[in-house]
């Protein structure tokens, strides 16, 4: 009782404690295995894990619970999504994929199935698959917030892979869309009144090109 109560404690605690609450958790169900605590230990471990960014092993700690009841479920599907960000920005583009894959499979929260979607386009796009990205970003719009940051960048994103494959108009309607909901004045705006420019300028619309 006294270990388990100390792990507990250090969780609350929070901040710079995580990682010795995690050591006393996990120490605590190699000790009790039977313990009726055991699963209450094992939540606070995920949960401890989750804050403190250890996706892997939070994740890895969820898919070893038997049952899982909705809210691990609901837990698995957000911890996948955020190891899946962590690894795509460490660039291994195949375990990002894996894990926004999962999350996607679940549909115990509507927001991490979509923004699953959306990373795995950025993913196709940096594979140089335009094709695939696209069905990717499409299947994100029509479940992104409208005016969302992501939903903006989806369609900037579009943009590109009707720009890549030629298809000229068609890039040219989605980077006027960005144009017309984003009117942040950055380098991705920049970009796409470019691109924009671009397009007339193969249609041999001159006039709207250089405006």
Known sequence: DALFNYGKLLYEQGGGHFNEAINVLKRYMALYPSSARFSDARKLLIAAYYNSHNY??????????????GDALLALQKIAYFNGLQSYSQGELDTAEASFQESLSSSSNAKYSALASFWLGEIAYARGDSRSA????????TRAPRGSEEALMAQYNVGYCHFNNEELEDAGEAFLKFLNSRSRRDSFRADALNRVGDVHYSSRRFDAAIK
């Open 56 to 69: 892997a092993d939070a994740y890895d700690a969820l898919k070893s619970m038997p049952n899982p009841d």
């Open 134 to 141: 696209l069905q990717r970003y499409r299947n994100f719009l």
